[in-house]
C-alpha cells in the first residue's frame, strides 16, 4: 500500500483505526454482551461468549423503553452513499483515508490525521452524512454519541487493520480502498 500523491506528511498526523456506529447499534443490556462507559461496571461476558440470556434482561428492557426511535440499521443500498459521504468529508478536512468499511450498525475506516483532530473530524463526517441523508429523504437519527479510536502502533498494526476492514466485504458490507492510480 503505497501512500497517495499530495497527502499530508506533517509530524503530528498520526494512523488511526475509527469505528463510528449507528443509533442504539449496541444497547445497554444487550443480549450480546455489552460494555458501560469507561468501565464503570463490571458486566459479565462479551459478544464471543455472551453473558446468561436473562442475566440483564431488565436493563435491556428498560434501555429499549427510553429509545426515541428504533436502532438505525443503514440500508444496503444506503451504504455505498454513506461510505462516500464519510470519506469525502474526512478527505475535504485534511485527512488521509485509506480504506472505509460501511456494515449495517458501523463504520469501520483507516485513516492519518492530526490527533488533535480525530474525533472532531470524524463528529464532522457523521454530520454531513447525516445532512446528505436527510436530503435523500432519511428521517430520525443515524449516529451513536462519540466514536472508538484506536491509535496505530506500527506497520503491522496499520496491516492488520486495513486487512481487517477490507474483510468486512465478506460479512455484506460495502468497502472502498485506496488505489494508486494507473498510467
Keep these: 500500500m503505497s501512500i497517495p500523491p499530495n497527502s499530508q506528511h506533517t509530524s ?11 443509533y442504539r447499534a449496541w444497547p445497554p443490556g444487550d443480549r450480546r454482551g455489552f460494555r458501560t462507559r469507561l468501565h464503570r461496571e463490571h458486566i459479565d461476558g462479551d ?4 453473558p446468561p440470556r436473562d442475566r440483564y434482561q431488565a436493563r435491556e ?15 444496503r443500498t444506503l451504504r455505498p452513499n454513506v461510505g ?15 480504506c472505509i468499511a460501511v456494515a449495517g450498525q458501523h463504520i469501520h475506516f483507516l485513516a492519518k490525521m ?9 463528529g464532522l ?17 443515524v449516529w451513536g454519541v462519540r ?5 496505530i502502533r506500527d506497520r503491522g498494526h496499520q496491516l492488520n487493520v486495513y486487512t481487517y476492514i ?3 466485504r465478506q460479512k455484506g458490507a460495502w468497502v472502498w480502498n485506496w488505489k494508486p492510480p494507473t498510467s
Excluded: M, N
Design 12 to 22: 503530528d498526523f498520526k494512523w488511526f483505526h475509527v469505528v463510528l456506529t449507528t
Design 47 to 50: 459478544y464471543k461468549k455472551p
Design 61 to 75: 428492557i428498560w434501555c429499549r423503553s427510553l429509545l426515541q426511535q428504533a436502532p438505525v440499521v443503514i440500508p
Design 84 to 98: 462516500g459521504f464519510v470519506r469525502d468529508k474526512l478527505q475535504r478536512c485534511g485527512a488521509l483515508v485509506v
Design 114 to 122: 492530526p490527533k488533535k483532530s480525530v474525533r472532531h473530524w470524524s
Design 125 to 141: 463526517a457523521k454530520k454531513h452524512t447525516t445532512f446528505e441523508l436527510r436530503r435523500l429523504g432519511w428521517k430520525g437519527k
Design 147 to 151: 466514536c472508538k479510536v484506536v491509535p
Design 166 to 168: 477490507v474483510r468486512h
